[in-house]
Structure formats: structure tokens, C-alpha cells
């Protein structure tokens, strides 16, 4: 199917963050920075649970996916925001603009699934130790990155074949950073009745289930907890998790934060502050708090400092 086909528009217009013109020197410096920390942390991440053998485990096995896909989510949106910014050309084709969507979307569910997989394998870790090599096998956690990605995939693609049926007329401005399908789905001058009956469907499958599935997850991690009867075993059951819930915490606190709860910036704002925290804040504080909370990454991280010192030397 050719997208160009659908469409009388050749191109949108990201009309980007709402700051003043004078402020874009000091926002762009600063998303720079937030953007090579983003990439060099989580590519750190792989590179530490890639090289330490003692990282070979399922947890962190999920977590080296977590941060590939921290680093592709932050890639779809920051360089075209930066790039705007720099060179103040707003403009971007039609077909970028739905290639675009199609990959946030993409990274979007993907994190929320792969969020899920290791909320499952604390939830095994933690309940039943003894079963725990045996559930989580190899194959168990290479079925759950798989279906992650072809679950992420058809959500997707359901959008963006749905988006290319659509017509867009005269406005063609997006009040965004990004080409974000709500946006999108207001600008079109076509019944978009269908394409939001399957963004609820879908966004049920995709967000409401997997946050189900975590939510249960712990609370059984809380329940086994509570019946451990030493200080020292509720100490060390919290630290293989802590970090996993501070990163679902961050992740799923921003949705309710700005979506369920009445705010008196616009609606538009708020959606954008929310994508920046999605693609920009979020997949930024991972690494430290993936490394900073983690006595096994710590470890893995002087190990790999000595071997560089040895080398230097």
C-alpha cells in the first residue's frame, strides 16, 4: 500500500516543544545532554551484562532488551526534535511522519512488555526459589522477549494500516514534538470512528493488562514477603526487585499522573510533557537506576573499570 495514495498532504509541520525562541539554545543543549546519557547508559548496560558472565541470568537478560529498547524509544523522537530546534525547519514528509508514529508505538508496547516479563520472573524468583531455574529456562525467556516483540509489532501495524486509510486536508500542524497518533487522528478530515475503537482494544491488550499483570505480580511478591520472618530475608527478597519497581513506578506513575488526574495546563501540554517523559526522562534515570541500585551492575561496572586500567597500563 502506498501512503501517499490516502492522503491530499505531502507533509506535516512539528510545531515542537512550546518554549520561546530564546530558550531553544539552553533546551537544546540540555536534550542533547539527556540524549548521549541515555544512549551511552543503557548501551553500557548491554555492554556490562554482555561481557560479565555472572549478569548471564534471565533478569538480566530481560533488562539487556530494556535498555536496547530505552535506547531505540529516545532515537525515534529526540534527533528529529534536535534537529528541528537546530535548523528551525519544522517540516517532515508524510511517510517519515507515519514511520515515525509506527515505531513509537512499536517501543511503547514493547517496554510495557517487557516491563511485564520481568515482573514475572521476579515474581518466580521470589515465590518459588526452588522452581525458579526450571520455570525460567532459556527458552521460557527467549519465548517472552519473542512474543514481546510480535505482540509490539501487530499493535503497531494495526495503527499505521489504519492511519494510511485515512484523508488529510488543509491543516497540516502538529502541536507536538512527534507525530503522535491522537494528533494525527484530529487532523484527518475522514471518519476516524474505527481507528479509535482500536486504540481502546488495543490499548487495553497493550497498557491495562500488562500494568494488571505487574500489579499482581508484586502483590504476591508482598504477600511472600511478609511471611519472611527475619529482617535480613525481607532486606534481600526487596533488593531483587527494588529496582525493577522504581522503573515501573517511574514509567506507569507518569500515565496516571498526567492522564487520570485533572491538571490546568492544557491538554495538549500535558501530552507533551508526558512524551518527554516517556521518551526522554524515563529511559535516561534506567541506567543509574539500574546501576546505583544493583550491587551486581556496580560489580560488573568496577570489574569492567579494572580491566580498562590493566589495559591502559
Partial sequence: MRLENQSSVSEFFLLGLPIRPEQQGVFFTLFLGMYLTTVLGNLLIILLIRLDSRLHTPMYYFLSHLAFTDVSFSSVTVPKMLINMHTQDQSILYAGCVTHMYFFIFFTDLDNFLLTSMAYDRYV????????????????????????????????????????QLSFCADNSIPHFFCDLGVLLKLSCSDTSLNELVIFTVG?????????????????????????PSARGVFKALSTCGSHLSVVSLYYGTIIGLYFFPSSSSSSEKNIIASVMYTVVTPLLNPF?????????????EKLFNRAKVLCQ
Fill in 125 to 164: 524468583a521470589i515465590c518459588h526459589p526452588l522452581h525458579y531455574a526450571t520455570i525460567m529456562r532459556g527458552g521460557v525467556c527467549i519465548l517472552l522477549v519473542a512474543v514481546s516483540w510480535i505482540l509490539s509489532c501487530a499493535s503497531a501495524l494495526s495503527h499505521t494500516l489504519l492511519l494510511a
Fill in 204 to 228: 487495553v491488550a497493550v497498557i491495562t493488562l500488562p500494568l494488571i499483570c505487574i500489579l499482581i505480580s508484586y502483590g504476591h511478591i508482598g504477600a511472600t514477603i511478609l511471611k519472611v
Fill in 289 to 301: 537506576i539500574y546501576s546505583l541500585r544493583n550491587r551486581d551492575m556496580k560489580g560488573a561496572l
